[in-house]
C-alpha cells in the first residue's frame, strides 16, 4: 500500500466531520502519522478567457512517489472532489535486449 492510499483514506474520512478551526487541520493529521509529504496548491484553466471552466488542483506528494490529489471547480459548488490516490510512477528500463 502506498502512502497516498493511506493518505487518501484517511482524509476522506476526515472530510465527513464538521469543518474545525484552522485551515491546515487536514494536514496535521497526516503529520501525525508521521507522512512525509510536500503540499502544493494549483488552478488550471483552458487558455479561454471568456470560459468558467478553471479549476483548482490541490495535490501531495509523498517520499514513496505516490501522490493523493483533489480538484474543485473555481467558485462553484459543491466543492472538493473526494482524495484520489495515484501511484508512483513506473520506472521505465531500457530494453538492450
Not at 495535490?59 to 459548488?77: C, E, H, T
Not at 472532489?81 to 495515484?86: E, I, S
Amino acid at each position: 500500500m502506498f502512502d497516498a492510499e493511506i493518505a487518501a483514506t484517511l482524509l476522506n474520512r476526515w472530510d465527513r466531520k464538521p469543518a474545525m478551526a484552522g485551515r491546515d487541520t487536514y494536514l496535521n493529521l497526516l503529520r501525525e502519522g508521521n507522512l512525509d509529504f510536500t503540499h502544493q496548491q494549483g488552478r488550471v484553466s483552458t487558455g479561454n478567457p471568456t470560459s468558467d471552466s478553471e479549476l483548482d488542483i490541490e495535490s501531495l506528494v509523498f517520499v514513496d512517489g505516490s501522490r493523493a490529489v483533489r480538484i474543485k471547480a473555481s467558485g462553484q459548488a459543491p466543492g472538493w472532489t473526494r482524495w484520489a490516490a495515484l501511484e508512483p510512477p513506473s520506472v521505465l528500463v531500457p530494453d538492450f535486449a
